[in-house]
């Protein structure tokens, strides 16, 4: 298949001319990349089985890994679910369009191609306007995971998808880099109490602030204890493994910079190839290994914003070994420890 790609002149004040292609292209069936304001997606038609499976295995994509519906607008929520929870409307009205995610009891023209088999959807009504406007003019509500391979850091640029969907999917808009960086927020409102199942830059803190009680899944925090079903299946997979052996090291600043230094001084001597994750606050204190900055650690945003594209060097790179520091559990802070944890599979180190 060749894979057309398509720049957005200005994507902040998209044309219509420039979507109807691709939105074509989704109404038929077919597959479309396009940025939103969390990271790319692969974009299909939700309500089509048969495009749901194309997602699948153009990713290969564990088929139990359910689907967002992605809408543009609210009234398009009403036909994919059996009711509205008054805690998801609360949440909708406050953080749509946004990266917000909310699980729904789903209704039947939702195809469990869609869903993976389950009986609730995931929705999201994206704020960034390529994507909103593609989703418009499809006229259908759209499946979009993120546009990787399944197992590799999800992408922040159109270059990133091209890397691991050229000759897979139909199309790819470019509209340069994303906003925030990492996936949006997932909360469950289908049963009592709103759950917490992927942190995303909308906060807990900003949660807690609109509905109140909000329980955390366990499956965020830490790995899949053996025989316990995490309540949003991708978080059982291991989202990004990289080629490296990847260890997060923990502590206290300059104890976290000395054990890092340690620990490449042993691994270079012994001819391995070693990537450290740093910040602009630290970078000037590590005088080996092949050195990142993802961020600046005062502006937890930028650190969100650069995480994965810095996880795609490494592999590209070829390292052997990533050494990362790690970063505070609130705010934003949480979201990027948790996909740090799952980039290390949750090999951690903590020094005193
Ligand atoms: P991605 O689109 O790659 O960011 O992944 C979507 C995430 O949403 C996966 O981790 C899924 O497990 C989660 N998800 C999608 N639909 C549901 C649902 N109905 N219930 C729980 N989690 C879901
Ligand atoms: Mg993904």
Not at 17 to 26: D, T, V
Not at 122 to 151: C, E, F, K, T, W
Not at 203 to 215: A, F, K, W
């Amino acid at each position: 298949m060749t894979t057309k790609l398509i720049h957005i002149a200005n994507p902040a004040s998209v044309q219509d001319q420039e979507l109807f292609g691709a939105a074509q292209i989704i109404r038929e069936g077919g597959l479309v990349a396009f940025p939103t304001e969390t990271v790319y997606g692969l974009g299909a038609n939700a309500l089509d089985e048969e495009a749901a499976r194309k997602i699948y295995a153009a990713k290969g994509r564990p088929s139990d890994n359910p689907l967002i519906a992605h809408i543009s607008s609210y009234k398009e929520l009403e036909p994919l679910v059996e009711r509205i929870p008054e805690t998801g409307r609360k949440l909708a009205e406050c953080y749509w369009p946004g990266p917000l995610t909310m699980v729904f009891p789903k209704s039947g023209i939702v195809p469990y191609g869609t869903t993976g088999g389950l009986d609730t959807v995931a929705v999201r009504m994206p704020s960034d306007p390529v994507a909103s406007r593609l989703i418009a003019l499809a006229g259908v509500p759209v499946a979009a995971p993120s546009a990787n391979l399944s197992g590799r850091p999800s992408p922040t640029t159109a270059r990133h998808v091209w890397q691991d969907m050229n000759g897979r999917i139909d199309m790819i808009l470019d509209g340069g880099a994303v906003g925030i960086g990492v996936e949006s927020t997932i909360v469950d409102v289908s049963g009592e109490v709103p759950t917490l199942l992927r942190p995303g830059a909308i906060t807990v803190e900003m949660l807690h602030e609109t509905v109140g009680r909000i329980e955390i899944d366990p499956a965020i925090q830490g790995p899949p204890a053996e025989g316990l079903r995490p309540k949003a299946p991708g978080m059982k997979y291991r989202h990004y493994a990289p080629r490296a052996e990847m260890t997060l090291v923990e502590g206290e600043g300059s104890a976290v910079v000395a054990a890092i230094n340690r620990l490449v001084r042993k691994d270079e001597a012994q001819g391995r190839k070693v990537g450290i994750i740093c910040t602009d606050e630290t970078r000037d204190q590590y005088p080996q290994g092949l050195l990142r900055s993802v961020g600046i650690r005062a502006q937890e945003e930028t650190i969100a914003h650069n995480l994965f594209a810095v996880l795609r060097e490494f592999d590209d790179l070829a390292v052997d070994v990533i050494y990362s520091e790690s970063f505070s559990q609130d705010h934003l802070g949480r979201a990027v420890m948790n996909r740090l944890m799952k980039a290390a599979g949750y090999k951690c180190l903590k020094v005193l």
